[in-house]
């Protein structure tokens, strides 16, 4: 039979082994290991290298400067919106001057004033155009392209024949300012868009009517065109007729 041989128990010193025997002594139990506990943070600067840090944010200075920007002029020129021009008077459009002429070609039977009229502009006879064209798409016609075509064409006419007639002397006219009298001188045939709506089609009421703002347009345009130039006393039936025959075919325009 082996032998058996007792075995003293293992003792570690405390001071340089752990705190737990493997084998415990006789007569005691053996000890809980200890609770696991964070280590606390520490206030000192060497225990705890970033320190937190603390922001104050208290309200804004009551004496801060406002913006630059606040209440400066823009591009530094001093000038206000309240100094700029309107907005049509950049475009060159004088609404008075157009009201003005307006009033001299709208009576029948006064004479319209020249001097107006020297100054030329197509704003009032694009206005007019636009109005032609408005009046005739209500009757179920679409002529505004044709009608800006007539009366370029009528303008070129018009001018050619008077340089023929004249030879070379044309005052005042030129082709801009021709334009522009043909377009004012369109006003009866507005009108006549606007009446040609409550008559009845196909009579010969319409065509006394038209036939009457035809002459009206002739005897303004006529005498315009006449006193523009320097020479037209001379040839005032002929542009009469060449008036008549541009203002003709607006009419039939209307009509048809």
């Known amino acids: 039979?082996?032998?058996?041989?007792?075995?003293?128990?293992?003792?570690?010193?405390?001071?340089?082994?752990?705190?737990?025997r493997r084998h415990p002594i006789p007569g005691t139990g053996a000890s809980p290991p200890p609770a696991f506990a964070p280590p606390r943070p520490s206030t000192s600067s060497a225990a705890n290298p970033l320190p937190f840090m603390s922001f104050d944010i208290g309200p804004a200075p009551s004496n801060s400067t406002p913006p630059l920007f606040a209440g400066a002029p823009i591009g530094g020129s001093g000038a206000s919106f309240?100094?700029?021009?309107?907005?049509?008077?950049?475009?060159?459009?004088?609404?008075?001057?157009?009201?003005?002429?307006?009033?001299?070609?709208?009576?029948?039977?006064?004479?319209?004033?020249?001097s107006l009229h020297a100054d030329a502009d197509l704003s009032g006879p694009f206005l007019f155009l636009l109005s032609f064209g408005l009046f005739q798409l209500l009757a179920g016609k679409f002529h505004f392209g044709i009608v800006l075509g007539w009366v370029t064409v009528?303008?070129?006419?018009?001018?050619?024949?008077?340089?023929?007639?004249?030879?070379?002397?044309?005052?005042?006219?030129?082709?801009?300012?021709?334009?522009?009298?043909?377009?004012?001188?369109?006003?009866?045939m507005v009108i006549f868009s606007a009446v040609s709506l409550f008559l009845p089609r196909g009579g010969g009421l319409i065509f006394g009517v038209g036939m009457g703002f035809v002459l009206w347009s002739t005897r303004v345009c006529t005498r315009l065109l006449a006193e523009l130039a320097s020479s037209g006393d001379e040839h005032r039936g002929l542009i009469a007729y060449a008036c008549w025959l541009v203002y003709m075919l607006f009419s039939l325009l209307v009509i048809f």
């Open 82 to 114: 309240e100094d700029e021009p309107p907005l049509l008077e950049e475009l060159g459009i004088n609404t008075r001057q157009i009201w003005r002429k307006t009033l001299s070609i709208l009576h029948p039977l006064r004479s319209a004033d020249t």
């Open 154 to 188: 009528a303008s070129l006419f018009l001018y050619f024949v008077f340089s023929m007639l004249s030879g070379g002397r044309r005052g005042d006219l030129d082709l801009y300012r021709c334009v522009s009298l043909v377009g004012y001188c369109m006003l009866p």
């Open 1 to 20: 039979m082996a032998k058996q041989f007792p075995v003293p128990p293992v003792v570690f010193n405390n001071s340089s082994s752990p705190t737990h």
